[in-house]
């Protein structure tokens, strides 16, 4: 029964905070602002004294049932004795704290209720309440067993604690079990994910919300998450219970697996020829085909010329035509000649700095960072004195996007929002997605994943509506790593799926292996540790096949994962590549970044310490 006598005055603070959930600690509690003093019980028997007292709603106990219940091996003289100095001991440790929640006379025990707040009185009254938002504050509660590890040798005390540990897993697995299908029925369906990988933590056992799991993961276009969940139910039942799924989880399996197969088998490959002027709706360039008719040896010639002239903006967009029809070798090499011969020359043009084009070869700008932010910060000066708007802005973003990149978070946002009063007079579409672009990639650095989403889904309604499927593919891919910042959820594996399909049905190569890495973090956040695997092992195998210096450090991130999240973990293996990562950043002129420092929590302080 929970306690009808802890009403309190709203202004009248706590004396005491009590946790048996997940372990004990006892808290004091003082002042109007709450600060915190743990207070130490000095012994198990204490500990399990109070926590017996707490279950019972503070009722008073006879002396003779709490030395039987601790030591009842004992002699009964001996185990009074017993009770006696632990007793004192509790007194001590709460008067070094200046508590009193013990109401001891010469005949029983009790608990002061006036005061004290128990997380296992609050987990049943909101249990009792039922509603949604009850019920996830008592999940919320539930950090763990009652009394956590902790283990006692006598026989009738054990029993005691084993019966109320089950009792509490119950209430806590049918509440979770209940919130699950409530926020299911209301379509919130990413909060439903959580609550049943919450419910998965208490009893992996629980098929149920396997399959529960499996159809929200479908249901999200998942289908290849929703086939690991699958695997891995089935492994933890061989290994725990050694059974098989039930036939409704197989039949939801083959569905699931049925309907994917289908949707593959539509899927088109590009052309072999390379024609992706036309569906692709690349940038246009003058005196190059950009229907059916356009293939790569135009392209080519059209670089031969081009080239003479020494004109950066048009050989980058022959050599970003050269990466999508699948020569990205030949695109990588043609953009490195044109890019030394800008530099030696002393020209930099602002369009090599905007969104995917400054990932290909920013390493060959690394030393050059500061340099080129004070050279565009004057170009669009200049610019602006010509009233020369769409250039203006294009600079100004531009220098955004390389402050940001160097971790300069000040200049950034002064180039945005000068860039951002533009955007109004420079009237231009593309002009705008590009800078929601950078503005996103700003948030997602600061680690606002919620600020990031809002710019990344106005850049992305953008491009879909002017059909220009690269760019939104990439900002699906993006908009996903945004909402990582708050955890796994659902939406962002949606996007992560959503962006990796896309571009393997458009052949774009060049973020393939980045969305792939950020889906492994998302499928190890899931505890979906294969599927994870599989997609660090694909990033890895797509930058070998297409090599850009931007891709390693994020790979080397989810390698790190990989080997921290195995069944066996290899924590100093993945500290080193955590450092490698660290160091490749640094070479690159990458600026650290706040969303980087969530991938292994466990290893960031270390990390960081060396560098």
């Known amino acids: 029964m929970v306690p009808t006598n802890r009403q309190r005055a709203a202004s009248r603070p706590l004396s005491a905070w009590l946790q048996l959930f997940g372990g004990f600690r006892l808290e004091a509690r003082s002042g109007q602002n709450g600060i915190a003093c743990p207070v130490d019980i000095p012994t198990a028997k204490g500990r399990a004294l109070i926590a017996y007292l707490a279950v019972g709603s503070g009722a008073r106990v006879t002396r003779e049932r709490l030395s039987a219940l601790l030591w009842g091996e004992s002699e009964a003289r001996k185990a009074r004795q017993n009770l006696r100095q632990v007793l004192v001991k509790i007194e001590r440790a709460l008067s070094a704290r200046g508590l009193s929640i013990l109401d ?79 926020q299911c029925a ?54 725990d219970l050694d059974v098989a ?38 940038p246009s360039i003058d005196g190059i085909a950009s229907g059916p008719q356009a293939t790569v040896v135009s392209v080519e010639a059209e670089w031969a010329q081009r080239l003479k002239n020494r004109d ?61 932010c004070r050279e565009l910060t004057g170009r669009a000066a200049d610019f602006l004195g010509r009233s020369e708007w769409r250039a203006a802005l294009e600079s100004l973003t531009a220098n955004a996007m390389i402050a940001g990149l160097a971790g300069k978070a000040e200049a950034m946002h002064r ?11 420079a009237r231009g579409v593309g002009a705008e997605i590009e800078w929601h672009q950078v503005a996103g990639f700003g948030r997602v650095w600061s680690g606002d994943g919620g600020g990031a989403c809002e710019h990344f889904d106005r850049a992305l309604s953008l491009a879909t509506a002017a059909g220009n499927l690269v760019r939104a593919a990439m900002l699906r891919g993006f908009r996903g790593r945004a909402r990582l910042l708050d955890g796994p959820g659902l939406e962002a594996g949606r996007d992560l799926t959503a962006a990796i399909d896309m571009t393997e049905q458009l052949g774009h190569v060049p973020y393939a292996p980045l969305f792939h890495t950020w889906m492994a973090e998302f499928c190890f956040g899931e505890g979906l540790v294969d599927l994870g695997k599989t997609h660090a092992d694909r990033a890895q195998h797509l930058n070998r096949e297409c090599p850009q210096a931007w891709c390693h450090a994020p790979i080397l991130r989810a390698r790190a994962l990989v080997y921290a999240k195995a069944d066996q973990p290899d924590l100093a293996r993945a ?37």
């Open 186 to 239: 209301t379509r919130h369906n990413s909060a439903a994910v959580g609550t049943l990988r919450s419910l998965l933590a208490i009893d992996p056992c629980h098929e149920p919300a396997h399959r529960q799991l499996m159809s929200l993961y479908d249901a999200a276009g998942m289908a290849d998450v929703a086939l690991a969940q699958y695997r891995t139910c089935k492994s933890i039942l061989r290994r």
């Open 575 to 611: 500290a080193r590549l955590l450092d490698q990562s660290r160091a490749l950043q640094a070479s690159l002129g990458f600026a650290p970044r706040a969303h980087n420092r969530a991938v292994l929590p466990e290893l960031e302080d270390s990390v960081a310490l060396r560098h």
């Open 415 to 425: 180039s945005l929002a000068d860039a951002e009063d533009l955007l109004a007079r």
């Open 104 to 182: 001891i006379d010469k005949r029983s025990v009790g608990l002061r209720l006036d005061g004290l707040s128990v997380d296992i009185w609050d987990f049943e009254s909101l249990v009792a309440v039922g509603t949604p938002a009850a019920l996830a504050k008592a999940t919320r509660l539930y950090a763990g067993d009652f009394l956590g590890p902790e283990d006692f040798e006598t026989i009738e005390f054990g029993e005691w604690l084993s019966e109320q540990r089950s009792r509490y897993q119950d209430l806590a697995l049918a509440s979770l079990s209940i919130l699950a299908d409530r």
């Open 312 to 372: 950066p903006g048009t050989c980058f967009a022959l050599s970003q035509s050269l990466m999508l029809s699948g020569r990205a070798c030949d695109a990588v090499a043609h953009a490195r000649r044109a890019l030394w011969r800008s530099v030696q020359s002393g020209r930099t043009d602002p369009f090599w700095f905007l969104a995917e084009r400054i990932m290909f070869r920013m390493h060959l700008y690394a030393p050059r960072l500061s340099v080129l």
């Open 245 to 282: 799924p039930d036939t409704a989880t197989e039949a939801l399996y083959r569905k699931i697996q049925d309907s994917l197969a289908t949707k593959r088998a539509a899927i088109k490959p590009p052309d072999d020829r390379g024609d992706v002027a036309t569906d692709r709706r690349l």
